[in-house]
């Protein structure tokens, strides 16, 4: 799989045109991309600025973007702010690429915002594996799959999260600092949690194009809480 922002860039012209010309889009594909229920997938962007204390989901609006010609114009995009700095987006699987799906895919697939989010969780787990887990250095532990592009939708896999606190009940503190950098310590580990509050700010910022959230999160009687905001500059 090539990089998730090079496979999101040209799909968001390909559903301009599709918006355009609706009739030249079949129901079931988009882009030359399959755009059933099966195909559903989901992603996790950075929303700058924001801090979430809730994990409802909300509708982000929509999305704008330049056309070439130096029009601007708006996208619709099933989209979502979840909690802290992140937003969540439901995307459409492809061999080269992933395109957004939109408001109108989820009435066409008879999904709310909920159920279209654990149907794509569970489409990832099919295709890219379930998450494993893997110690790292100063007691974090990385959550990945095969796919580091969609690391970071396991952060949305609560039975994941649900499994990890039968042996940590006090709760765990993450982190999704990058697309492929989902890290977690238990938060009864104070050194390795000291670790990642001082380490999130670098790991974050550092990551340019990649980065998705400055945050952390805590995960505690099955559900997310913040736990560190993402540190805004004065």
Same mark, same amino acid.
């Given at each position: 799989?090539?990089?998730?922002?090079?496979?999101?860039?040209?799909?968001?012209?390909?559903?301009?045109?599709?918006?355009?010309?609706?009739?030249?889009?079949?129901?079931?594909?988009?882009?030359?991309?399959?755009?059933?229920?099966?195909?559903?997938?989901?992603?996790?962007?950075?929303?700058?600025?924001?801090?979430?204390?809730?994990?409802?989901?909300?509708?982000?609006?929509?999305?704008?973007?330049?056309?070439?010609?130096?029009?601007?114009?708006?996208?619709?995009?099933?989209?979502?702010?979840?909690?802290?700095?992140?937003?969540?987006?439901?995307?459409?699987?492809?061999?080269?690429?992933?395109?957004?799906?939109?408001?109108?895919?989820?009435?066409?697939?008879?999904?709310?915002?909920?159920?279209?989010?654990?149907?794509?969780?569970?489409?990832?787990?099919?295709?890219?594996?379930?998450?494993? *887990?893997?110690?790292?250095?100063? #007691?974090?532990?990385?959550?990945?799959?095969? $796919?580091?592009? /969609?690391?970071? %939708?396991?952060? =949305?896999?609560?039975?994941?999260?649900?499994?990890?606190?039968?042996?940590?009940?006090?709760?765990?503190?993450?982190?999704?600092?990058?697309?492929?950098?989902?890290?977690?310590?238990?938060?009864?580990?104070?050194?390795? *949690?000291?670790?990642?509050?001082? #380490?999130?700010?670098?790991?974050?910022?550092? $990551?340019?194009? /990649?980065?998705? %959230?400055?945050? =952390?999160?805590?995960?505690?009687?099955?559900?997310?809480?913040?736990?560190?905001?993402?540190?805004?500059?004065?």
């Amino acid at each position: 799989m090539n990089s998730l922002g090079s496979r999101l860039l040209l799909p968001l012209l390909l559903q301009v045109f599709c918006c355009l010309f609706s009739n030249l889009c079949p129901a079931q594909t988009k882009g030359g991309v399959d755009t059933s229920a099966s195909n559903l997938m989901v992603v996790l962007r950075e929303s700058f600025g924001a801090n979430k204390e809730d994990e409802e989901l909300k509708p982000t609006g929509n999305a704008k973007t330049t056309l070439p010609d130096g029009k601007e114009i708006e996208i619709e995009m099933a989209s979502f702010e979840f909690i802290g700095d992140i937003h969540i987006r439901l995307v459409f699987d492809g061999p080269q690429m992933m395109i957004n799906a939109t408001p109108a895919d989820l009435v066409r697939l008879n999904l709310n915002a909920d159920q279209a989010v654990r149907l794509a969780v569970s489409n990832v787990k099919r295709v890219y594996g379930e998450p494993t *887990v893997k110690p790292r250095s100063a #007691g974090l532990m990385q959550v990945s799959g095969k $796919s580091p592009d /969609l690391d970071s %939708s396991y952060f =949305l896999d609560r039975d994941f999260w649900r499994g990890l606190l039968r042996n940590h009940p006090d709760g765990v503190v993450v982190s999704v600092a990058q697309r492929g950098g989902l890290v977690y310590v238990p938060l009864a580990d104070a050194k390795a *949690v000291d670790t990642l509050k001082k #380490g999130v700010r670098y790991l974050h910022s550092s $990551s340019e194009r /990649l980065r998705i %959230s400055g945050a =952390l999160y805590l995960f505690k009687a099955d559900k997310w809480s913040v736990f560190q905001p993402t540190y805004v500059p004065k």
